[in-house]
Every structure is written in C-alpha cells, then in structure tokens.
C-alpha cells in the first residue's frame, strides 16, 4: 500500500482521503494547526513548513507529496521534491503563488487576461493607473483568497483609499493593479494530467461569487459547452509549460465567447466539488490517480449539478436530505463567519428538474437568494 502525504489538512485534504481509500492509498497529513478537519479522517502531525527540516520525518513517511494548500512555500516543495515524489511540481506552486507570474505564464501559454501592472510604491499605483485606466482593482501579489486583500477603485480618485488599505503589504507580498473586467460570467475549467502527459477535462463550471468567495457552481451549460473546447486547450496548454501533475483549476472570466484568464488553483477546487456526485470520476479522486500514477478516471458528466457553499455556518441539514438529489458533505469544521463549513451538491436527470430541486431546497432553509442565480441560468440555459 502506498502513502500519500499532503500537505494542509482542511476540507481539500479531506475530501481527498474520501475518494483515495477506496484506491487503496493510505494517507499522511501535515499542517500548522492541531485541529484542522482532515485529521478526523487520517493521520495528521501538526508541523510549520516554514522550515523544511521540520518536514523531515513526513518525507520518510510518505511516497507521494502533495497540497491542499498552494501557499506552502515553494522553497519547502523543493526540499521535499529531493527526498519524495512531490506533485504538482514547485514550479507549479511557485507561478500560482504569484498574481503577476500567474497572468504573465497565462499570457505567454496563449490564455488572455486583463490589462494588469505590478504595483511597488505610491507613485506606482497613479503609474499603472495612468496605464490601465479606471476602474480597476489592487490586490496583494501574493497570499490573497477568497477576495481577500483586494480593493475595487471606481476612479483615480480612489488611489488614497487604495494604498491607504494595501500599501502595507506592498513591500511584503507585493501588488498588483488589474483593470476591471465587465465579464458576462465566471466560469472554471477544472483538468487533470498525469505524468505520461494524459490530460483530461471537466465540462466548464459556471460560479457565482458573494463578496470575493464562491458561492455556488452549475455545470454543465449550453454556453460552456460552446467555449469548453478553448477552456480546455487553454488549461492543456497551461498543464504542459508547468509539466503539471494532478488536478488544477482555471478560473476565467468570460465575455461573450471571449475568456480571460484570472488565477489558477494548483489543487483540487471548490468550483469541481460538483464532481463527486456529478461526474464519473470527481477530481479529488483523479487527482489522487494522477499524483500516485495511476491511469486516469472519466471526466464526463453523470448529471446536471449545482454546488451550494455552506459559508459561516451550516443550515439544517435534515431538511435538505429529505429533499431528492441532495447530497451533504459536512466539513467537521466549528462554524465561523466567512469560513467554508460545508456544501451540499444538488443533482437531476435534466436543468428543469435541477432548477425544481433548488427552489425546493432554497424554500427548505431559507437560501432562496444563493439559489435565485442558478435557477434563472438553468431556466436559460437548457444544459
Ligand atoms: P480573485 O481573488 O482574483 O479570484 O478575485 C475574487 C473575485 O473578485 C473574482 O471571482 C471576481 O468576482 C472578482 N474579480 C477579481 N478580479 C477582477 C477583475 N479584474 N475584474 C472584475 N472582477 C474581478
């Protein structure tokens, strides 16, 4: 039996051990925090990978390494990659920890992006103005999710209100100026490749954001039908520079039949949980295959699906498995607002009886309004 270690025990890690158990993988986790959710389902040491030697004993343990975090320091991927297996590579993590590596590997695989200038100083920010234009956003270069270190200006008039909220971290994770873009709507192309170079896709998912964190996903679509093939050459291309290995996700904005690329995650992702019930093969479970160099799974879809993100707390779950096509995943996390605590994955044979099945699961708790969007896309959009 083989052991795959990961590193960062959250709700990733977790629902990694749930699909490689049955592969017969046995599982070793690290994180900084005694508590973290993954730990109720397989062995977790509680260690800072800020010093690698700390990771000494773990690199012993296991065959494989890999991430349920992406802001594990690349230096700690290259020390691992001399003693284990790591996979996705520190490359990999090294480009996606960076906003402007990211866009700048994105454009040079062909992806486009929106107009964006790395931002140093005061006076940089009123120069990557005057080159990008309002309105635009500044985030942190680096260490930045879920809409976190990010400040939408409006005008140039907003550049004070701007550096007044993150020019302390521009000496430290960096900035970056991006020009806004009016997208239609947010969508992901979630793939995996294997070592031998074998890629496959997920149908785009469609998302909804709430401030800056995802709220529910809806695949497959009539339109992401139509750009999947582009999303996919796009994430293939992406997948073949960084010599990627495992699952990754794209997140793009999309104009028309246009797609831009705005950051990727070198992991598994909220936005491809709905393939655990939704798809042949989930991405948890094919990234484990790829990682352990196993052949891949399918990626073709089992049913229409909508992911609900259970954020903050988590609502009454008896209500909503009572309902059909309602599957619960509950994180073992202490409820707290903005954290991630759960999702539930509504599936139906077609997009009428999906849209049916979120009114009814909408009414049941309350989340008529997280549900609102994706009903009006299904009624739309006949998937
Ligand atoms: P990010 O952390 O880059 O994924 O940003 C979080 C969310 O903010 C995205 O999912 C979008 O809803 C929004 N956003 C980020 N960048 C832009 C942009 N350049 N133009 C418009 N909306 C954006």
């Known amino acids: 039996m083989q052991t795959l270690g990961i590193l960062g025990g959250g709700q990733l890690a977790r629902m990694l051990v749930e699909a490689g158990v049955p592969l017969g993988v046995r599982f070793s986790i690290v994180d900084q925090v005694a508590d973290a959710c993954a730990g109720q389902l397989a062995p977790l040491s509680t260690v800072g990978w800020d010093a690698p030697e700390k990771l000494e004993a773990f690199a012993h343990e296991v065959d494989v390494a890999t991430f349920d975090f992406e802001n594990v320091p690349a230096h700690t991927a290259e020390w691992l990659s001399a003693r284990t297996r790591v996979a996705p590579n520190a490359l990999a993590l090294a480009t996606a920890q960076d906003r402007v590596l990211e866009k700048t590997m994105f454009r040079g695989c062909g992806l486009p992006t929106t107009e964006f ?19 635009a956003i500044l985030k942190t270069r680096r260490e930045g999710y ?4 990010q400040f939408r200006l409006k005008t140039a008039a907003d550049a004070n209100a701007a550096w007044a909220a993150l020019g302390m971290h521009a000496a430290t994770r960096g900035l970056i100026l991006e020009a806004f873009v009016p997208f239609d709507y947010e969508a992901s192309v979630i793939a995996v490749r294997a070592a031998s170079g074998e890629f496959r896709a997920w149908p785009v998912t469609r998302n909804w954001h709430v401030n800056g964190i995802l709220s529910t ?15 996919a050459a796009h994430a293939r291309a992406i997948a073949e520079h960084l010599d990627y290995v495992g699952a990754f996700t794209v997140e793009l904005f999309v104009l028309g039949d246009e797609l831009l690329g705005n950051e990727m995650a070198p992991r598994v992702h909220n936005s491809g949980h709905w393939t655990i019930e939704g798809a042949v093969t989930s991405q948890f479970e094919n990234h ?29 779950r008896d209500k909503l498995i009572a309902l059909p096509g309602v599957h619960w995943h509950d994180y073992g996390k202490a409820p707290r607002p903005g954290r991630k605590v759960g999702h539930a994955t509504v599936c139906a ?23 609102a969007p994706v009903i009006e896309a299904c009624r739309h959009d006949h998937l």
């Not at 005061?122 to 103005?129: I, K, N, P, T």
């Not at 879920?146 to 270190?149: E, H, L, T, W, Y």
């Not at 990682?291 to 993100?309: E, K």
């Open 117 to 135: 200038a790395p931002v140093a100083t005061r006076a940089g920010l009123d120069a990557a103005l005057a080159k990008i234009g309002a309105p």
């Open 217 to 231: 996903s809806l695949a497959p679509t009539v339109h992401g039908q139509s750009i999947g093939h582009a999303a």
């Open 349 to 371: 044979s077609d997009a009428a009886t999906l849209a049916k099945r979120l009114e009814q699961v909408g009414r049941a708790v309350g989340r008529e309004a997280q549900v």
């Open 288 to 316: 484990v295959r790829a990682v352990m160099g196993m052949p891949l799974g399918d990626t073709a879809v089992r049913f229409p699906s909508c992911m609900l993100n259970w954020i903050g707390e988590l609502p009454d």
């Open 146 to 149: 879920d809409g976190k270190g």
